[in-house]
């Protein structure tokens, strides 16, 4: 049966139904006068609650949206630490030269507030990343991004992703790096000023991985407590870290 004979039949018991109230109503109190006052005040209202009911109702279905919207984000966002981005921030993180003045800020515990996480996001929004290519495999980079390029598409096509967010901006990032170095035919003998440049592109992934991976982590925290414990014992800052639980 299609929606539109669906809704036709719904429509013809609703008004059948209040034909058969009112005449019931006028057969057992034989007052049409008061049927056609109440009958002309309901008319009179129903336009009122029309418009109230469908307030109330369309606000309460963009809040379930939103929020399945940003669980759905959230989902994706754990895919992708869980796929590469938690491979690449210990990469790069192991070639930060600054990393060790902020590393004690990053080992996050079960007792982490959700003010501890806002703290500590203020002072990465503060941190000047650093990057030492030499310490960097540009070839093994390119390999490895170059074999997650079609992930990152599929990721990138997800309806969940929210335009102009920090998350969007880092697969764009990543997908410039990867671009980058895919140009790029001899990644051992370039000129300085081109070292700097990939440098930079490494730099600006490598910033949004840390703030990213910082918001994963409290959201696992405040929703899913085993894959925050998982995250803890996988944390790409604690050299101490063990998915083995003694």
């Not at 895919?79 to 790069?92: A, D, E, H, K, P």
């Not at 990644?187 to 991985?209: A, F, K």
Request: net charge negative; hydrophobic share 40%; charged share 25%.
């Amino acid at each position: 049966m299609s929606d539109k004979k669906t809704t036709i039949i719904i429509i013809s018991v609703l008004l059948i139904v209040s034909f058969l109230l009112y005449l019931l109503h006028y057969l057992v109190f034989h007052d049409l006068h008061h049927i056609e006052i109440y009958f002309l005040g309901d008319l009179a209202f129903l336009s009122i609650e029309v418009l109230l009911v469908s307030l109330v109702i369309e606000r309460l279905i963009e809040l379930r949206d939103r929020k399945s919207r940003e669980e759905k984000r959230h989902m994706i966002i754990g895919t992708f630490f869980s796929t590469m981005g938690t491979y690449l921030l210990t990469y790069f993180s192991d070639s930060d030269p600054g990393l060790e003045k902020m590393k004690s800020e990053l080992l996050i515990s079960e007792a982490w507030t959700g003010e501890e996480f806002t703290r500590v996001a203020g002072v990465l929004s503060e941190y000047p990343c650093s990057i030492d290519l030499g310490k960097i495999d540009l070839d093994g980079l390119k390999a490895y991004l170059s074999g997650k390029e079609e992930f990152m598409v599929r990721i990138l096509e997800n309806p969940f992703l929210v335009e102009h967010d920090q998350f969007s901006e880092l697969l764009l990032a990543t997908f410039h790096l990867t671009e980058e170095l895919d140009h790029r035919k001899d990644l051992v003998n370039l000129p300085e000023n081109d070292y700097r440049h990939l440098s930079g592109d490494i730099c600006r992934v490598y910033r949004i991985l840390i703030s990213q991976w910082l918001e994963n982590v409290r959201h696992l925290k405040e929703h899913y407590p085993y894959l925050f414990s998982l995250a803890l014992r996988t944390n790409p800052f604690d050299e101490k870290a063990s998915p083995i639980i003694p």
